[in-house]
Structure formats: structure tokens, C-alpha cells
Nanobody, 121 residues
Framework: QLQASGGGLVQAGGSLRLSCAAS????????VGWFRQAPGKEREFVAA????????VYADSVKDRFTASRDNAKNTAYLQMSALKPEDTAVYYC????????????????WGQGTLVTVSS
């Protein structure tokens, strides 16, 4: 089971850190991905971290602003978001998948509930 948290309302240029807590499984065996879905749009890939956290990938739209990480001892993944823009407004989801490539295709073995991020201008 995955539970994303940390969303909220923030002004443009601000920062937020999302968390994704996992329970009941082998969290460290999976790559973890972050995705978002804005109103009226399809779900899109945001970022992902490998099972050990040493490799990360990002969508071009968030590169150099967002940082994906994980703490396997706590069964938790994080998405640090900085320099937020109004276009980052969306429901953010975390998910577990077999690899970074798989997650980039918006395919996952387990999906968490989303958390809403609203960025005001």
C-alpha cells in the first residue's frame, strides 16, 4: 500500500516536499516513480528513482527544479519540489515499478493515492 502526502497550496516560486510511504511489501525491491495529473489532462511522468536511489530520471518540465529520493530504511520516497510554477498544479501520485524505463512509460505495479498540489500565481 502506498500513501502520498505533503501536498498543499503554495505560491509560485515556493517549495514543497511530497512523501510516499509504503507498507506491506518489499519497497526496496522496486523503483519508485512520481506522476501528476492536472484537471482535464492525462497523467504524466514526473520523476523516478531506482531501487537504491542512486539513479534518477526526470521529465524535462521539472528537471533542475524537482529532486526524487528515497529512504529504504523508512520505506518512504520523497519528491522535493522547488521553484514551483502554476503549471505544476496537479494531483501527484507515487507508484512502484520494476524499472525506471517502465515507470517512464507510466506503467507501475502499485499506485498510491494522490495528493493535491496547487501553485498560485
Amino acid at each position: 500500500q502506498l500513501q502520498a502526502s505533503g501536498g498543499g497550496l503554495v505560491q509560485a516560486g515556493g517549495s514543497l516536499r511530497l512523501s510516499c510511504a509504503a507498507s506491506g511489501g518489499t519497497f526496496s525491491s522496486y523503483a519508485v516513480g512520481w506522476f501528476r495529473q492536472a484537471p482535464g489532462k492525462e497523467r504524466e511522468f514526473v520523476a523516478a528513482a531506482s531501487w537504491g536511489g542512486l539513479r534518477t530520471v526526470y521529465a524535462d518540465s521539472v528537471k533542475d527544479r524537482f529532486t526524487a529520493s528515497r529512504d529504504n530504511a523508512k520505506n518512504t520516497a520523497y519528491l522535493q519540489m522547488s521553484a514551483l510554477k502554476p503549471e505544476d498544479t496537479a494531483v501527484y501520485y507515487c507508484a512502484l515499478g520494476s524499472s525506471l524505463i517502465v515507470l517512464r512509460s507510466i506503467t507501475a505495479d502499485y499506485w498510491g493515492q494522490g495528493t493535491l498540489v496547487t501553485v498560485s500565481s
